[in-house]
């Protein structure tokens, strides 16, 4: 326990105060309430998100909901950095890094595209990530490659490395990029698997091992959604290319939801907490909503009991994470001209409780 209390105190510390800048449930009924997408930004403007949008002067701030998600992303990856600077254990820190690089990928994944369509660095940069320190790869020599086999010739000697060697030959059969992307997906949650492996506190591997692998099973529940019914890929490749670390899906289970021929079918073969977190949901966007909606209750559990051990740091990063996508979810609602009450139901219920509930 003192080991735990020295390693963990001013982590824990500074964590704390970084969560306090949250956004309260009264930010998020005055955004839902918003009338337009200049109301919205207006009071976006008066939180924490203020210093975010320098280019906000009376208009609509993005481009995209690509552009507004890399502008309001800010405050989370340079908490990232805050983070991982105040942790002294190397396997702590690394697993933040670890989780850190799915931005990383992002970038990546933004950079083979603009490669495969012959588009310059200019022309993609506002889609990128603004990655602090953390980030290690060569991106200029990354940018300077001329064709995706230089790309991946350079990326060999990185964590995404086989991976992507392993995915090359598909990425030349079927003449687009999506293997390749998914296969840097698999290499940054195989390096978090390991990451949560190597840590040596068995409190810690315990609390995290939950923490990630309820988030790896979320992410494997709306990627297995997106390729059955968006992209029509068979159940055989879906499974396939499902993220390695979840807890409740296992492989017999990813193989029953990939079969699934209709939403109702997909729900009803997910595990119990899943299925009951689903209940009465009729289209992705909910879908999505309802799942954060049952990890952030699972995350707000890592602030409460015995406060010395790395998943407050973990919990406060990945609900940090939820806000940004409510907020993105919100400002997308305000395009589309939806009333509040549509709005509503696109924002976790968590982070609409009562301030003393909130906290």
């Not at 022309?123 to 995706?148: C, F, G, K, M, S």
């Not at 049952?294 to 990945?318: N, Q, W």
């Amino acid at each position: 326990m003192l080991q735990a209390a020295f390693k963990y105190a001013y982590p824990n510390a500074r964590t704390r105060a970084l969560r306090g800048r949250r956004l309260t449930s009264s930010d998020f009924h005055y955004l839902i309430k918003a009338k337009d997408i200049h109301t919205f930004l207006s009071y976006l403007a008066t939180t924490s998100y203020g210093r975010y949008l320098p280019e906000y002067q009376g208009r609509a701030v993005a481009r995209n909901l690509a552009h507004l998600e890399r502008a309001l992303s800010r405050p989370l990856l340079e908490h990232y950095f805050k983070i991982f600077r105040t942790l002294k254990d190397k396997h702590s820190a690394q697993l933040i890094k670890a989780l850190f690089a799915r931005f990383e990928v992002e970038n990546l994944k933004i950079l083979i595209r603009a490669k495969f369509s012959g588009l310059e660095r200019r022309n993609v940069e506002h889609l990128l990530y603004p990655l602090p320190r953390l980030t290690q790869l060569p991106w200029q020599r990354l940018w300077d490659a001329v064709r995706i086999k230089d790309l991946a010739k350079i990326l060999e000697r990185t964590a995404y490395g086989r991976s992507i060697k392993n995915a090359y030959p598909q990425f030349e059969a079927q003449a687009r990029t999506f293997p390749l992307e998914m296969a840097l997906d698999i290499a940054c949650y195989e390096n978090i698997v390991r990451a949560v492996h190597s840590l040596r506190s068995r409190n810690n591997r315990r609390r995290i091992t939950n923490l990630i692998g309820n988030f790896v099973d979320i992410q494997n529940i709306m990627l297995a959604l997106r390729l059955r019914f968006t992209y029509a890929l068979s159940p055989e490749e879906t499974v396939n290319y499902s993220l390695p670390g979840g807890k409740a899906l296992d492989l017999k289970r990813l193989h029953k939801i990939a079969r699934a021929k209709d939403l109702h079918e997909f729900i009803t073969a997910l595990p119990r907490p899943f299925k009951q977190a689903l209940a009465g949901a009729t289209e992705i966007r909910q879908i999505r909503t309802s799942l954060h909606d049952f990890f952030l209750r699972m995350l707000h559990k890592s602030f409460h009991g015995l406060p010395f051990h790395l998943g407050v740091e973990v919990a406060y990063l990945l609900e940090k994470e939820m806000e940004l996508k409510a907020l993105v979810s919100l400002y997308q609602a305000k395009k589309e001209g939806l009333p509040p009450p549509a709005a509503e139901k696109l924002v976790p219920s968590h982070f609409l409780a009562k301030e003393k509930q909130y906290v």
